[in-house]
C-alpha cells in the first residue's frame, strides 16, 4: 500500500484556515522580556523551538501581550522569484513528479528535480508586480536559452488567452497583479502575496485585470496552452517550409477535448519547428498528435488542470505560505509594555477571555498580571526583568514594567524564576510586601489586576526565536511571519 498528501491538501488547509478568521480569532503575541541565557544575561544563543508540549507551555508563560489580527492582516504567498533576465526559468508542467530535472539558472536555491509545481521556478514576479507563470521556453538547436525579455513586454496570443510571447520566444501566462498596499504590507525579500480574486471587483480597482484574467481563464478548463516538438523530423508540408492552422491535414491533435486552434510552423525540409497555440480549447485530460506525409516528428503535450489553469492563481502555483502582516504601534491603547524588549513571537488561535471559556475578540489584549502599589516609589524601585517576591506568600515573577505615577507593576510568572520555589503554586496577595531582586522597592500590594486573557487557552500554532527586540512609546514595528503548509 502507498499513499500520498496532494498538493491541494495543504492549500485546501490554509485556505479553510484563513477562512476560519471570519468567525474565529488569531492573535499575534510577544513575549519573553528576559534572556535566553538568563545564568550568563547573555542572548549570544537563540535556541530553536521545539514542537513540544512543554514548549508550548512555556511559550505561553512568556506572553506579554497580543493583538488581535484582521483577515487582511493575512495572505497566501508564493516564494518571491523577481524576474531577471539572462535565466533560464523552468515551464509549468502537468508531470513534475521527482524525476523531470530543472534547467533553472537563476540564483536562488531550488530543487533540481521538483515534485509539486510549487517547488518549481516558473512563477515569476515583474518589476510592475504582476505574477506569470512560464509556459513555453526557447530552444535552439536542443538547448534551452534564457529569458531576455521581461513577460510585461509581451504580445498577446490568441483572444483572451492571457498568454503573450516575449521577443525571446517565451510564452507566459499572467495570472495576477499585486496592489501597492498588498505590495508594502505582505511582499518581502523572500515572499510575495497572490490571491485568487472571488467576486469583480470596481472599475479602476488594481485586481480588476486579474479579475478578468480568471474570467477569460475559465473558457479553457482543461485546455492545452503548449504543445513541444522533441524531435522536428523531415518530409512534412511537402517538404517545404510554411505555416498552417489546425486545418492542416497532415497535423491533427487527437483528443477528448474540444476547440483546440493552433499554428503549425514547418521548416527546411518539412521539418515542423514549432506549433503555437492560439485557442488552448476545453475538456482535455488526454490527446495525441497524428502527423502524415513525413517522418520522425515527435511532441510533448502539456495539459492543465480541469478547473482551468488562472482561475484560481492560489491552487494553481500551489501558494502553500501563510503570510501575516500586522504593526505595533506605541503601547497599543496600554496593553503592550513600551520600557522593555521581547523575544518571542506566536500566533494564538482563540484564546479565551480570563477566568471564561469565552473566544477573546478584544482588540488588544494583556497577559501580565498588575500588582498595584503605593504610588510616589521611584522609578528604579522595580526594574524591568527583576524578580519580585511576595513577602507572605512567596510567590514570584519576573517584572514586565513599573509605572510609579499609578504604582502599577506588570509581572509574568515563568518557570525561569519559580522552579524549586514554594511560591511556584501560590498568588500574591493583597496587603503583602513586593520585595525584587535587583532593585528597592518594598511596596505594598494595595490591589491585583487579573490579565485580559486566559493563561494556556487556545493553540499556540506558531512560535518564533529572535534576538531582542527594545520597545519605544514612539516606535511602530511592522512584524511578518511566514509559515509554511
Same mark, same amino acid.
Given at each position: ?17 484563513? !477562512?476560519?478568521?471570519?468567525? @474565529? ?29 512543554? @514548549? ?37 508542467? %502537468? ?14 536555491? %531550488? ?16 518589476? @510592475? ?30 483572444? @483572451? ?30 515572499? %510575495? ?25 475559465? !473558457? ?58 492560439? !485557442?488552448?480549447?476545453?475538456?482535455? +485530460? ?65 484564546? +479565551? ?54 504604582? %502599577? ?77
Amino acid at each position: 500500500m502507498s499513499a500520498i498528501i496532494l498538493d491541494a491538501f495543504k492549500i485546501r488547509t490554509l485556505d479553510l484556515f484563513l !477562512n476560519s478568521l471570519a468567525t @474565529n480569532s488569531l492573535y499575534l503575541a510577544i513575549g519573553r522580556p528576559y534572556y535566553w541565557d538568563t545564568i550568563s544575561s547573555l542572548d549570544s544563543t537563540i535556541p530553536v523551538p521545539v514542537n513540544t508540549v512543554k @514548549n508550548q507551555s512555556q511559550d505561553w508563560e512568556d506572553v506579554l501581550s497580543l493583538k488581535k489580527l484582521a483577515t487582511t492582516d493575512t495572505n497566501h504567498g508564493i516564494f518571491k522569484e523577481t524576474w531577471q533576465p539572462n535565466i533560464k526559468y523552468d515551464t509549468y508542467r %502537468h508531470d513534475w513528479d521527482g524525476s523531470i530535472v530543472s534547467s533553472y539558472t537563476g540564483f536562488n536555491t %531550488h530543487i533540481t528535480t521538483p515534485s509539486s509545481i510549487g517547488d518549481v521556478k516558473c512563477t515569476v514576479i515583474t518589476s @510592475n508586480y504582476n505574477i506569470y507563470i512560464c509556459l513555453k521556453q526557447q530552444i535552439v538547436l536542443g538547448e534551452i536559452q534564457p529569458s531576455i525579455y521581461s513577460p510585461d513586454t509581451g504580445v498577446p496570443v490568441g483572444t @483572451n488567452t492571457t498568454i503573450v510571447k516575449t521577443a525571446d520566444g517565451y510564452y507566459w501566462k499572467f495570472l495576477g497583479t499585486t496592489s501597492t498596499s498588498d505590495v508594502i504590507k505582505f511582499s518581502s525579500k523572500f515572499y %510575495h502575496p497572490i490571491q485568487t480574486i472571488p467576486s469583480a471587483p470596481g472599475g479602476g480597482d488594481p485586481y480588476l485585470p486579474q479579475w478578468n484574467a480568471q474570467v477569460y481563464s475559465a !473558457n479553457f478548463k482543461g485546455g492545452i496552452y503548449v504543445i513541444n516538438v522533441t524531435a522536428a523530423g523531415s518530409g512534412y508540408n511537402g517538404g517545404s517550409a510554411g505555416t498552417h492552422t489546425e486545418s492542416d491535414p497532415q497535423l491533427k491533435i487527437i483528443g477528448d477535448g474540444t476547440g483546440l486552434q493552433f499554428t503549425v510552423t514547418y521548416g527546411t525540409g518539412g521539418s515542423i519547428s514549432d506549433i503555437e497555440i492560439t !485557442n488552448p480549447g476545453t475538456g482535455y +485530460t488526454y490527446a495525441s498528435v497524428v502527423t502524415t506525409g513525413g517522418t520522425n516528428a515527435a511532441f510533448d503535450i502539456i495539459f492543465t488542470p480541469m478547473s482551468g489553469l488562472g482561475v484560481n492563481p492560489v491552487y494553481n502555483v500551489c501558494a502553500r505560505f501563510l503570510l501575516v502582516s500586522t504593526a505595533l504601534v506605541g503601547d497599543e491603547g496600554g496593553k503592550f509594555t513600551t520600557t522593555n524588549d521581547y523575544r518571542k513571537v506566536s500566533l494564538v488561535y482563540n484564546p +479565551t477571555n480570563f477566568g471564561t471559556s469565552t473566544v477573546a475578540t478584544s482588540a488588544t489584549l494583556d497577559a501580565s498580571t498588575t500588582l498595584v502599589v503605593q504610588t510616589g516609589l521611584p522609578s528604579g524601585a522595580y526594574l524591568v526583568d527583576a524578580i519580585v517576591t511576595g513577602a507572605t506568600s512567596g510567590a514570584k515573577g519576573r517584572v514586565v514594567d513599573f509605572n510609579p505615577s499609578t504604582g %502599577h507593576v506588570r509581572v509574568i510568572r515563568t518557570g525561569s524564576e519559580n522552579i524549586g520555589s514554594t511560591g511556584a503554586n501560590v498568588s500574591f496577595q493583597v496587603s503583602e510586601t513586593l520585595n525584587t531582586t535587583p532593585g528597592t522597592g518594598t511596596g505594598v500590594i494595595a490591589s491585583i489586576i487579573s490579565p485580559d486573557v486566559q493563561i494556556y487557552s487556545g493553540d499556540i500554532v506558531y512560535t518564533e526565536y529572535r534576538a531582542p527586540i527594545n520597545r519605544d512609546p514612539s516606535q511602530t514595528e511592522n512584524i511578518s511571519v511566514i509559515a509554511k503548509f
